[in-house]
């Protein structure tokens, strides 16, 4: 009997290395799974941040493009209206030759008159 009880307790001895081996396994399996888990997290915080960033600066850029689309809306319209000038003085400066043209052609018809009067007395 001594023998089968030295037996129990060498077997007993031997099941409980084993359940103790295995709750070390598993200790340190939740160990690496908590460091994982927190290098996870801080990954995650990381790209959130990086997200939120670029998100901004997209909004920032869409801003700066539509300020743009405005303003060359803008540019485009005084241009229109530069051009509109330009046609404008091209025709104010026609106005003027032809009305130097009209003016001389009366100055010839007064002196021809003056010298009809002249001539007729």
Do not use: P
């Amino acid at each position: 009997m001594k023998c089968f009880a030295k037996e129990k307790a060498a077997w007993k001895n031997k099941e409980q290395e084993v359940v103790e081996a295995t709750i070390e396994s598993i200790v340190g399996e939740l160990e690496v799974e908590r460091k994982l888990r927190r290098r996870f997290e801080r990954l995650n915080k990381k790209l959130g941040k990086e997200l939120a960033e670029t998100k901004a600066s997209f909004l920032k850029a869409e801003k700066e493009l539509e300020n743009e689309k405005r303003v060359r809306v803008v540019i485009d319209q005084v241009c229109d209206e530069l051009a509109r000038d330009i046609d404008d003085q091209a025709e104010v400066e026609e106005l003027k030759r032809e009305s130097v043209v009209v003016h001389e052609e009366d100055e010839k018809e007064r002196e021809m008159m003056h010298i009809d009067v002249v001539y007729e007395k």
